[in-house]
């Protein structure tokens, strides 16, 4: 019988793309030879990453497949692993490893291995203490074994990840805290103090980053950016932000009776580049569109050519969500007691409205990568675009109208809409959208898409004055695609066949 060794170099490659990738680096101390066959082994080692990965789109660069299959091999052991501080030390790794996997997901990401073994990952509730829940937030909130990484690059890698997940992390601290609430009259001063000195879940604090008006700046754009005009994502007000709309959507579900579907609870779904899909598109008739005039032809030819333009793909009917507090409530949390710029404020147990709006978008106009930003008048975004990798792509202007699921009178719901979509120098996604009433621009938002181009968990950002009003109001925002068709006569009313 011959030995391993003498086999021809096809059937070795054919038994060691069987073995596990964490076995390779035994096997290659067992003898010189081996080692020579499997060290740099370009097409072993891609044969075994498309085999337990998904394979990623082809690329100008082909990876370096021996360094992915090492790297990927060091998560598993790092994820499988019941070192608590091994998994603390490795954070920027792990969050590095993780962003490539979803980034390389299949964009059908129900079918993808890459986000279901993510999935199986944070099973582990040791990899959700250490790995999302590692951000400022849980400074205060969360349990006992979930602490804020030592600097500020690890903290926003992990409420990175934490809205990659896309599941929001909801726990009642471990701890004691003052909550911000609305009086209750009702009830004598040792009784309010009594209800107030409790346990809060993790929505409460986020709540309090969330509409802390000082926040809201010039530097940050009044939306989810550093302060410091770098259009830098802050990855921290994200996540709080995800975290209150979570909360508020999973109350209003419970409340409607199933009428509403849960959205937002599946780990890493529609969190990777061009993960939307629509809804197969329905036909017109065909003799209304023997009827239809040269005008309105032309009208849908145009827009059939900016669509194709487009890269973001704006056209199309979306759902939206807005939560605010009531106003005296915003104020009174904002303004009643003076605390240092450095200073958090106290959590939020106060209930928000919430306000649910199907818009329908339409591309306008296309202009090149890098013009002016939305009320400048000079041409160029004045940004440092010289750390941009990959490929620019235009500015595409929208416009559109909101209508409230809720109720057809209501007057800040049911508004036309405008706006822009660009790319920020980090290369992320950013959406601009003013609310328009009668004619006049009213609201106006600033958000990031979570997974990148077309992805299909959409947008989180912050919505605002459009007169940048420190006094607010001010509150989060998110949406996200549900069809590509425009007429909602002919598609369901919340198809969220995606999450």
């Not at 309090?208 to 950016?225: A, I």
């Not at 807005?322 to 209930?351: G, H």
Request: charged fraction near 30%; charge should be negative.
């Amino acid at each position: 019988m011959a030995s391993l060794l003498e086999l021809s170099h096809e059937l070795l490659h054919c038994i060691f793309a069987e073995v596990n990738p964490g076995d390779l680096a035994a096997l290659t101390r067992t003898c010189h030879d081996l080692n020579n066959y499997v060290r740099g082994n370009r097409l072993l080692h891609k044969d075994i990453y498309v085999r337990r990965y998904d394979e990623p789109r082809s690329d100008d660069v082909e990876p370096d497949w021996e360094r992915e299959v090492q790297d990927l091999t060091k998560l598993e052991r790092l994820m499988g692993s019941e070192n608590k501080q091994a998994k603390l030390d490795a954070l920027g790794f792990v969050a590095e490893q993780i962003n490539h996997l979803v980034e390389t997901a299949h964009r059908d990401n129900a079918s993808s291995v890459n986000l279901d073994l993510l999935s199986q990952f944070f099973l582990d509730t040791t990899n959700v203490d250490a790995f999302l829940c590692s951000s400022s937030l849980f400074d205060r909130a969360g349990n006992d074994d979930q602490r804020p990484a030592d600097t500020e690059e690890l903290r926003q890698a992990s409420a990175k990840l934490h809205c990659l997940f896309g599941v929001p992390i909801d726990i009642v601290a471990s701890h004691l805290t003052h909550s911000y609430q609305r009086p209750d009259l009702s009830l004598s001063p040792d009784s309010c103090t009594r209800t107030q000195m409790r346990p809060l879940p993790t929505h409460t604090y986020a709540r309090s980053k969330v509409y802390d008006l000082r926040q809201y700046t010039e530097h940050t754009l009044w939306g989810p950016f550093m302060d410091d005009g770098s259009q830098r994502i802050d990855w921290e007000k994200v996540e709080a932000v995800m975290v209150v709309l979570g909360f508020n959507l999973n109350r209003f579900t419970e409340r409607s009776d199933g009428r509403w579907p849960r959205v937002w609870d599946k780990p890493f779904m529609g969190a990777s580049p061009n993960s939307y899909s629509s809804l197969a598109p329905v036909s017109a008739p065909s003799d209304m569109e023997d009827e239809e005039d040269d005008g309105m032809s032309k009208i849908r030819e145009l827009a059939l050519s900016l669509d194709a333009q487009d890269p973001y793909g704006v056209s199309g009917t979306w759902m939206r969500v807005v939560c605010f507090l009531d106003y005296n409530d915003l104020y009174a949390f904002n303004f009643s007691n003076r605390i240092t710029n450095d200073e958090e404020r106290e959590p939020i147990d106060t209930e928000e409205a919430i306000r649910l709006i199907k818009i329908k978008l339409q591309v306008t106009k296309i202009e090149p990568p890098g013009s002016g930003d939305e009320g400048e008048d000079e041409e160029g975004d004045g940004m440092d675009w010289s750390n941009f990798r990959g490929e620019r792509l235009p500015v595409v202007h929208f416009r559109g109208n909101s209508r409230s699921l809720h109720a057809s009178w209501d007057p800040n719901a049911n508004s036309k809409i405008r706006g822009t979509v660009r790319q920020t120098p980090e290369g992320e996604v950013r959406w601009t959208t003013f609310s328009i009433f009668h004619g006049e621009e009213r609201w106006r938002s600033e958000g990031i898409q979570v997974g990148g181009l077309r992805s299909a968990r959409g947008v989180l950002g912050n919505w605002f004055d459009k007169d940048f009003d420190i006094h607010g109001p001010a509150g989060p925002t998110a949406f996200w695609k549900v069809a590509d068709e425009l007429d909602e006569e002919k598609q369901g009313s919340m198809p969220l066949h995606y999450f």
